[in-house]
């Protein structure tokens, strides 16, 4: 690719989507394509086709997904099937019609079996059943990678499919009905931080946004039911599951760094590739880091009658090493840079 390649970022607004627009602008690319889902209603085949005739991109980078956490999946199973099918198949197959021979396809590591042998192959796809709580979006994905790899295979496409670990970074979902693991964490802790000091006002300004507090949030922060008023002393922090299972986690920025490098690899067979940077951590390590950053210092409760999910989902990352990348961003670093870029959001 040179700088004048026309990229078409599909997503471009989302976390993923947006860390990779950072990097292409970066990386001096001046022919980039991102029309918001207002503009392109990815999930309409016409839409999509129109937009592939009137622009010819040459190269795609698909980010663009319904994508939440356990709550979300577990509550909304067939949206995040069939919409997350829908944008696949119309931008995937749209972008083979009208010649676009290189496309990084961005999935989810949720995608393998919930008892996959540690570190996670990518040879352990479909060898047995995946985690209950978010099957639906799994199968989608897995439609996903499949589509490009049989396009490879019949087409002589190049088209990518990266699979990254739990994400992280600017511009994350804050919802707490629809947010990942790291997110709720560093939203529930600054504002339990926040609730300790009666800084009703900061809770306030959180709220407008981030969006709503659950009735069981606003209650372990001890906040009255018009919000005007907090007792310090009833304050929790309530965490799902055990605390025991072990994630690993990325930095938006190392993902988005990934496939700029995939797609300046020049006569390398594109494949299913694991994006991690190859070490887990418990969750409730993880908590006790957001915990630290916030200054929260009052009880935690795990709630264990809800769900853990995997027990361990770590990624054997050894394929994206062997093809020249390593991620470079430490969890530590990267927690304080998505906790500073909350504290900027939720202070607006």
Partial sequence: MDETTRIFLAGRRG?????????????????????????????????VEAFFRDNQPQVVILAAARVGGILANATFPADFLSINLAIQTNVIHTARLCGARHLVFLGSSCIYPKFAPQPIREDALLTGPLEPTNEAYALAKIAGVRLCHFINRQYDTVYWQLMPTNLYGEVDSFDLQQSHVLPALMRKFHLAALAKKGDTAGIARDVARFGPLPDDIRDGLGLSRDGATVDPDRVRVVLWGTGT???????????????????????????????????????????????????????????????????????DVSRLTALGFTASISLEDGLRRAYDWYLRESAR
């Fill in 245 to 315: 299972p072990r994630r690993e986690f990325l930095h938006v920025d190392d993902l988005a760094a990934a496939v700029l490098h995939v797609l300046s690899l020049d006569g390398v067979p594109a494949d299913l590739v694991n994006v991690g940077c190859g070490h887990d951590l418990r969750i409730a390590e993880l908590a006790e880091m957001v915990r630290r950053m916030s200054g929260y210092d009052g009880e935690i409760v795990w709630d264990t009658s809800k769900p853990d999910g995997t027990p361990q989902k770590l990624l």
């Fill in 15 to 47: 976390m993923v989507g947006s860390a990779c627009w950072r990097a292409l602008t970066r990386a001096g690319f001046t022919n980039l394509l991102g029309p918001t889902s207002a503009e392109l209603d990815l999930t309409r085949q016409a839409d």
